[in-house]
């Protein structure tokens, strides 16, 4: 059986450029949920994000996301140290949901007011979520298989998954994944109709929470045969010890109330790494702050970990729900977790909500030396994938 | 684990002909042009009043075909049953529809029952070959034994925004169409194990990426994923009987895939042909390419090839 190691990180946060400014912002517990100024937020009841501090690195030929989505893969790799050769094999999966639709909208918008576009017609080009697969594939010379995989919010964290996968099964030694996505008008506008918008920063698992906050960002993982690694003398961060995938076929939008899809994702990846629930000492949760998704995201954690049988952060709490993002920015945090032996904390929760029966380390940052962690990440359609690392 | 993988069951939902494996036979027996829009009171017959009221138009299109395959497959959807869909171009007309919306009347204008719509949605997004990954991805995960039964394939509809953009674009002189197919893929084992009816079984699957400028087309003659895919089934190459491939009247793409093929068959093989020609490009045209060759194979003994750049 293939063991799959994880040898590059590569992130652009609300924190800025790079794994370490971010680590230092999650770590530090520092809230990065701040006034929208990249659109336009005038009449809605919600008008916070958390936004990308510019600049955003890359030509303002290539859109925020496609530019977002190469800075951190590009610094996955080089973290890897991948060179030429195996990045000629290596596979590419992203995941993806808003694709270039900032500046489409940035022509879309002015030309339907009878103005002029603040886009020219080209950047329409990478309206559609390939296009970040295309432009990191090109230019960093990514030869193998290229997948591009849209399970709304939980697309970051099925990239990893998949390509874990092609891995595993023997397709490619080495992949690169993750997931990007920049701020849009459409997702900003989406999530203030569906009334899922806390005018405040987001307060996961507390019980006055009101709703999520959006963000925008990027992260890379480089996934390896850890035989391959280990010949090439690359570091390995942690193991990509098990995934499980599953879907609710329950609603569009709204989860199954009983988080019996959840629990099954969990219990699969568990089953696949061939670990036991009690070995699991973290979780970073999907956390979004939503009524509804907390609430029954913590039964089904309690359900297959138990009460109070683990540590449950949300780092959402700092950066917001980076839609595509969101599945590989938390996966970086908790392989940082395992690798620095702290767990991140929950901003923002005062008072936790009666049915969270999980300690979900408040405003700050515990020390916790942790064998085996998940990332949960739950997306619309009910589209549930956990991912579970093991410390090496 | 690794275990085969079996082509159980078909559905197909295109202007001219709609339902299983039979029905695409039929078609691919007398194969003629499809090109038009597919009437709205046709899908509302496929899935009853309420349902196409509820469902946006490429959703209408995805859950006619995918039933009409369970159905072919005498398969009942359930825990076991993998989903995989793919798709190019994906709900854009309820993006626009949601953003015409707030443009119109500000944020009162905004729908909330339509914006889950603007989320694709969908496990394989591409340009050309999004059906063709779908069955990729289906595949492996039924080979390596993730998945017991999967049900796979490609949609896409015809949109008059997206005609205009493609054309603002400069984009080629392809042939749009509309449409779904999707396929039910199973573990040859457990299908032989219920007594299920099998079409054909994928023997071997690969894909690659060429360098190419980002939305381009590349220069690159050079593609392993043929040769890839041939090991993968131990074939020869002299064993193929028929390659159905993806040209679609777009001057550029089809010149540089023509190419690639020229390498990797050999100039001589001539047997080729391309269904997106015929029923217009769209990801379902990938699942129905799937579909040809599983029954192109059947017929003759020989092993059938699919491919996309």
Redesign the interface.
């Known amino acids: 059986m293939t063991r799959v190691v994880v040898t590059g990180l590569g992130v652009v946060s609300p924190f800025g450029l790079g794994v370490k400014a971010y680590w230092e912002g999650v770590r530090s517990g520092t809230c990065a949920i701040r006034p929208v100024t990249l659109i336009e937020t005038e009449?809605?009841r919600c008008r916070i994000a958390a936004e990308v501090p510019d600049p955003v690195p890359g030509s303002p030929r290539r859109s925020r996301a496609d530019r977002l989505a190469l800075a951190a893969a590009r610094e996955a790799i080089d973290d890897a140290g991948l060179g030429v050769a195996e990045r000629r094999r290596a596979a590419?999966v992203v995941g993806?949901?808003g694709g270039g639709?900032l500046e489409a909208?940035g022509w879309?918008?002015p030309a339907?007011?009878g103005g002029a576009p603040l886009c020219p017609?080209?950047a329409?080009?990478?309206?559609?979520?390939?296009?970040h697969?295309?432009?990191v594939?090109?230019r960093l010379?990514?030869?193998?298989?290229?997948?591009?995989?849209?399970?709304?919010c939980s697309s970051g964290a099925?990239s990893l998954a998949?390509a874990a996968?092609?891995v595993?099964?023997g397709?490619v030694r080495v992949a690169v994944a993750g997931g990007a996505d920049a701020l849009t008008?459409?997702c900003f506008?989406?999530?203030?109709?569906?009334?899922l918008l806390d005018p405040e920063p987001c307060r996961p698992f507390d019980r006055a929470r009101r709703g999520m906050s959006i963000g925008e960002g990027a992260a890379f993982v480089v996934l390896e045969d850890a035989a391959h690694a280990h010949a090439r003398g690359a570091r390995a961060y942690a193991e990509l010890a098990g995934s499980g995938m599953t879907?609710d076929?329950f609603h569009?939008?709204s989860p199954q109330p009983d988080g019996e899809g959840m629990a099954r994702a969990m219990m699969a990846a568990l089953a696949r790494a061939r670990v036991e629930p009690k070995a699991v000492g973290y979780v970073n949760a999907h956390g979004t702050a939503t009524l509804q998704n907390d609430r029954i995201e913590a039964r089904a954690l309690r359900s297959v970990f138990g009460a109070g049988g683990v540590l449950v952060s949300s780092t959402k709490s700092m950066i917001g729900h980076t839609m595509a993002a969101a599945g590989s920015l938390e996966a970086v945090a908790t392989i940082l977790a395992l690798v620095h032996e702290t767990v991140p904390p929950t901003v923002n929760l005062t008072t936790a909500d009666s049915e969270v029966a999980f300690d979900c380390v408040p405003s700050m940052a515990r020390e916790a030396a942790v064998d085996c962690a998940i990332s949960n990440s739950f997306?619309?359609?009910g589209?549930n994938v956990t991912l579970l690392f093991r410390r090496l | 684990m690794t275990t085969g993988v079996a082509i159980t069951g078909v559905g197909a939902v295109t202007a001219r002909f709609t339902g299983g494996a039979a029905t695409v036979s039929a078609f691919l027996a007398e194969p003629s042009p499809v090109h038009d829009a597919i009437a709205d009171e046709r899908l509302v017959a496929l899935l009853g009043d309420g349902e196409a009221r509820r469902l946006s138009r490429v959703c209408q299109l995805a859950v006619a075909a995918g039933r009409l395959a369970l159905d072919d497959a005498e398969l009942r959807?359930g825990d076991d049953v993998g989903?995989v869909l793919g798709t190019?171009?994906?709900d854009l007309r309820s993006?626009?529809e949601?953003?015409?919306g707030?443009?119109a009347a500000?944020?009162p204008g905004?729908?909330?029952l339509i914006?889950?719509n603007?989320?694709?949605?969908?496990?394989?997004?591409?340009?050309t070959m999004a059906g063709e990954?779908a069955i990729?991805?289906a595949a492996?995960?039924i080979?390596?034994g993730?998945a017991r039964a999967v049900l796979a394939g490609g949609v896409d509809q015809i949109d008059p925004f997206l005609g205009s953009?493609l054309a603002?674009?400069g984009a080629g002189e392809e042939r749009r169409g509309e449409g779904a197919v999707m396929l039910v893929l199973e573990s040859a084992s457990s299908a032989r194990e219920r007594g299920a009816r099998i079409l054909g079984e994928i023997m071997g699957t690969?894909?690659?990426?060429?360098?190419?400028?980002?939305?381009g087309v590349g220069r690159s003659t050079q593609s392993s994923v043929v040769a890839e895919a041939l090991a993968a089934a131990s074939v020869e190459l002299r064993h193929l009987g028929a390659v159905y491939d993806s040209t679609s009247g777009d001057r550029g793409r089809d010149h540089w895939e023509q190419r690639l093929l020229d390498t990797a068959l050999g100039a001589g093989h001539e047997r080729r042909s391309s269904l997106r020609r015929l029923i217009g490009a769209h990801a379902g045209a990938g699942a129905l390419g799937v579909a040809a060759a599983a029954g192109a194979a059947r017929r003759s003994g020989q092993v059938a090839v699919i491919v996309g750049p």
Do not use: C
């Not at chain 1, 990514?142 to 709304?152: I, W």
């Not at chain 2, 690969?206 to 939305?215: E, I, Q, T, Y």
């Open positions: 009449g809605f590419l993806a949901v639709m909208e879309y918008w339907k007011r017609t080209p329409l080009r990478s309206i559609l979520p390939y296009s697969a295309d432009v594939g090109s010379g990514l030869g193998g298989p290229r997948e591009t995989l849209v399970t709304a099925v998949v996968d092609l595993a099964d397709v008008r459409i506008m989406g999530f203030n109709a569906l009334r879907t076929a569009v939008t997306g619309f359609g589209q | 959807a989903l190019e171009f994906g993006t626009v949601f953003a015409d707030y443009l500000g944020p905004l729908s909330a914006f889950p603007t989320v694709m949605n969908t496990m394989a997004a591409a340009t990954l990729v991805r492996g995960a080979a390596s993730r953009m603002d674009l690969a894909s690659g990426a060429l360098a190419a400028r980002p939305h």
